[in-house]
DNA sequence: GTCTATAGACCGATAGAC
DNA sequence: GTCTATCGGTCTATAGAC
């Protein structure tokens, strides 16, 4: 292995150290000296690795959504009926918080924040994105006459939104219900409802 | 107006300034500069109505949960019909986002991080006390027959909660749709499903 | 009730030795 | 790649004048 290899694992590491911290207590509310401590050096130590605290985040946080939205977009492109495409969108959200819980979490608390600052001006891109498939997806579905007619796409794009990812909230992986068990109970009040 | 009253509306003036810094930039990363310069004085002059920073955001929040389980409380006791109780508990909640939007987002947002401390303990015991309130709701539902049997009550209950309060984020007063028009379509697609 | 002035702690980041 | 040492800036909070 060589010592390209080795500094990059060192960065992953480091990484997925602030990650953690991120993600649990907010970015702004990790200090560098936090970071540094539950790595096991010093503060200024970090610098060798990093520019800044926000690079850490930016790197976090570019390099998880490069590869959620690959996915959504071969679920958009693939000729599956539109509800199965809906329905592999919720999975693979539910699948994003099982794998990548830091990030979501990340995203989900920081992104209104991080996004006043130009360089995080990609994550607006993102949302916009988001939208975009989520409404092509809806609109698929109502036109087939899958879903119903009566809906307001804006506000059932929202409900499915929130409540796929604010599930990083309490989702743990390893717990009594797997991200698939959720998904499938998520898909079945969203499609059919509560009530028997 | 006696000068009692004249001292708290100042303190209500102030807290509501505080609230919405709070509640859009999050709790550590407002300053109590941010508060005075919002308020036209100076930092050092907060220290006359409020002993800290955190007295500010213990005092909004605790006033606003205070009224807010009141009326969880009316509905669980009241003799309504399951399915009745279950609107009426999701209402209330909407409205409470539409009434008292910073409140909602404070608590939301900064409930984890606040819990770790003593002083805001009682967060965690309202926590413990909504989720009895949905629960029980739910399972009046069930028995009722009212609900459908396969449910996972725990993860009902995380769904409805989470989608709720989570509106808080993109809600704005006086917007094309009203809260009871969320309201509504929410419960629509909670009860019925989007499926047609 | 607000201001002036400042204490004391903590923050992100840097320079240079090893 | 990490450490020592520290700078300049910002933070919460206080003391006392007006």
């Given at each position: 292995m060589t010592s390209q290899a080795q500094t990059s694992t060192r960065r992953d590491e480091l990484l997925a150290i602030a990650a953690e911290l991120f993600a649990t207590k907010g970015f702004k509310n990790t200090t560098v000296r936090d970071i540094a401590d539950a790595a096991g050096?010093?503060?200024?130590?970090?610098?060798?690795?990093?520019?800044?605290?926000?690079?850490?985040?930016?790197?976090?946080?570019?390099?998880?959504?490069?590869?959620?939205?690959?996915?959504?977009?071969?679920?958009?492109?693939?000729?599956?009926?539109?509800?199965?495409?809906?329905?592999?969108?919720?999975?693979?959200?539910?699948?994003?918080?099982?794998?990548?819980?830091?990030?979501?979490?990340?995203?989900?608390?920081?992104?209104?924040?991080?996004?006043?600052?130009?360089?995080?001006?990609?994550?607006?891109?993102?949302?916009?994105?988001?939208?975009?498939?989520?409404?092509?997806?809806?609109?698929?579905?109502?036109?087939?006459?899958?879903?119903?007619?009566?809906?307001?796409?804006?506000l059932v794009y929202r409900f499915i939104r929130d409540t796929v990812w604010v599930a990083v909230r309490w989702y743990r992986p390893g717990a009594k219900l797997s991200h698939t068990d959720i998904a499938n109970q998520y898909l079945t009040i969203l499609l059919d409802g509560i009530t028997s």
């Amino acid at each position: 292995m060589t010592s390209q290899a080795q500094t990059s694992t060192r960065r992953d590491e480091l990484l997925a150290i602030a990650a953690e911290l991120f993600a649990t207590k907010g970015f702004k509310n990790t200090t560098v000296r936090d970071i540094a401590d539950a790595a096991g050096i010093l503060s200024g130590s970090l610098y060798h690795h990093f520019d800044s605290k926000e690079s850490m985040v930016d790197e976090i946080l570019s390099s998880f959504q490069e590869e959620l939205f690959g996915k959504y977009a071969e679920i958009v492109a693939g000729d599956a009926d539109p509800r199965a495409k809906l329905d592999a969108a919720v999975r693979v959200s539910f699948e994003a918080i099982d794998r990548h819980r830091n990030e979501v979490a990340i995203f989900q608390n920081e992104a209104d924040y991080l996004g006043t600052f130009e360089r995080f001006a990609y994550l607006a891109d993102r949302n916009q994105q988001s939208r975009d498939v989520w409404h092509a997806l809806l609109n698929e579905g109502v036109s087939s006459g899958a879903l119903r007619q009566d809906l307001d796409i804006e506000l059932v794009y929202r409900f499915i939104r929130d409540t796929v990812w604010v599930a990083v909230r309490w989702y743990r992986p390893g717990a009594k219900l797997s991200h698939t068990d959720i998904a499938n109970q998520y898909l079945t009040i969203l499609l059919d409802g509560i009530t028997s």
